[in-house]
C-alpha cells in the first residue's frame, strides 16, 4: 500500500515529521511558530535597512529607496516558510478552521 505524499517539517532535534503524522497540538504549535519566525524575520530586515547608512550616489540612493519603500509595504505572510500553506490546510483538513485564521489574522 502506497501511503498519501504529504510534506516533511524537520524538527529542531533533526527529526523529520510528515505533517499528516504530526498530533494535532503539534500542527497548532507549528502554524504558530511559523508566524512569529516569519514575523521576526520582517522585524530583522527592518531594523537593519534602518540602521544601515544610505549608499552615495543617485543610483544607488534611489534603488535603496526602492528597497525601503518595499520593504516597509512588506507584510509577514511574505516572510513565511513555504510549508505553511501546507500546515493550515492539515489544520483545516483536521477541523481547526477557527485556529487556523486566528494564525492568518
Known amino acids: 500500500m502506497i501511503r498519501k505524499q504529504t510534506k516533511v517539517w524537520t524538527t529542531k532535534d533533526g527529526r523529520d515529521v510528515r505533517l499528516c503524522d504530526m498530533t494535532d497540538s503539534h500542527i ?3 502554524a504558530w511558530f511559523l508566524r512569529r519566525t516569519a ?3 520582517l522585524r530583522e530586515e527592518v531594523r537593519f535597512m534602518m540602521n544601515v547608512p544610505e549608499p552615495t550616489g543617485d543610483i544607488a540612493s534611489m534603488t535603496f529607496n526602492q528597497e525601503f ?3 516597509m509595504e512588506a507584510s509577514w505572510e511574505d516572510y513565511v516558510h513555504p510549508i505553511f500553506d501546507k500546515v493550515l490546510l492539515e489544520m ?3 477541523g481547526f478552521n477557527k485556529q487556523a485564521s486566528d494564525v492568518v489574522m
Open 28 to 30: 497548532v504549535n507549528l
Open 39 to 41: 514575523q521576526e524575520r
Open 69 to 71: 519603500d518595499t520593504l
Open 92 to 94: 483545516c483538513r483536521r
